[in-house]
């Protein structure tokens, strides 16, 4: 996109302050060579990483100081289940995607209802920008659970084991305690699993989360309770189904987190 584009996006950035940025290596714009001029196309990624750092700059981040959160949320991130009704399920779904930083929210089964969130955050207090607007606009009752994730190991990209092309698949999110030192090979050992598409170590009660798609509740049951309990190092699982079209994740690359 052209900078013009940019500007519109990010209100109150500046051409002289971008220019900063790209000769830091902050963005990296490809260079349309034309008869007299180069002109700058801008992508995706470069776009929520400017409109990251203007949130931190505006917030009264030094130039480098904001640089070195946006980098850091980009490696980092939070996931969070908020207590939401029923009735508001949908609204708060759709709500999130307003927020670039958020990565993947799903509606899964708790007691009262729970949604799961996944967005690029440093800590709670990054991770509270957006649900505090979240819960002001929403109006969404009580207080979000929070873990912030200490690694995350991807193993399958695109269809999840266990599943045929065109198969509808059931997703669910698993919490693990395990002993802390034990949780780096708890997770190594999960690769072996067909349907665990992600396992991230996490800081706080629960010490990981593991992302499954499977076709059935079966194979759901036989993942956790044979499976995953069959780990001598995990001493309880907590399991949430997500609710069925309830659930959306951006594509890597368009988020920062």
């Known amino acids: 996109m052209e900078l013009k584009e940019v500007l519109r996006q990010v209100p109150g950035l500046n051409k002289r302050l971008i220019y900063y940025l790209e000769s830091q290596g902050f963005t990296r714009p490809r260079l349309l ?39 850091a949320a980009e490696r980092s991130a939070v996931i969070a289940f908020l207590p ?32 799961l969130v996944r967005l690029g955050a440093v800590d709670e207090r990054d991770a509270y920008d957006v649900l505090d607007r979240v819960f002001e606009a929403a109006g969404v009752p009580g207080m979000p659970r929070l873990w912030r994730v200490a690694e995350s190991v991807r193993f399958v990209e695109g269809q999840a084991a266990g599943t045929a092309p065109g198969e509808a698949r059931m997703l669910a999110y698993v919490l693990i305690k395990a002993p802390p030192k034990q949780v780096g090979s708890v997770i190594e050992e999960l690769r072996r699993f067909p349907g665990v598409v992600e396992a991230c170590a996490l800081y706080g009660e629960s010490d990981a989360i593991v ?12 993942l956790v309770m044979n499976r995953i309990h069959g780990l ?3 001493e309880s699982t907590r399991t949430f189904i997500a609710v069925g079209g309830m659930h959306w994740e951006r594509p890597p690359g368009e988020h920062g987190g």
């Open 211 to 222: 992302k499954i798609q499977v076709s059935s509740q079966d194979e759901l049951d036989d």
């Open 232 to 234: 001598p190092a995990v």
């Open 33 to 71: 060579r034309k008869e007299r001029i180069s002109r700058r196309d801008y992508s995706v990624e470069d776009l929520h990483r400017l409109k990251r750092f203007w949130r931190y700059y505006q917030r009264g981040f030094s130039v480098r100081s904001a640089i070195e959160a946006t980098l």
């Open 84 to 115: 939401v009704p029923v009735r508001d399920w949908r609204r708060v779904l759709d709500l999130l995607r307003q927020f670039e930083n958020v990565s993947e929210a799903a509606v899964v089964y708790g007691e009262t209802g729970d949604l």
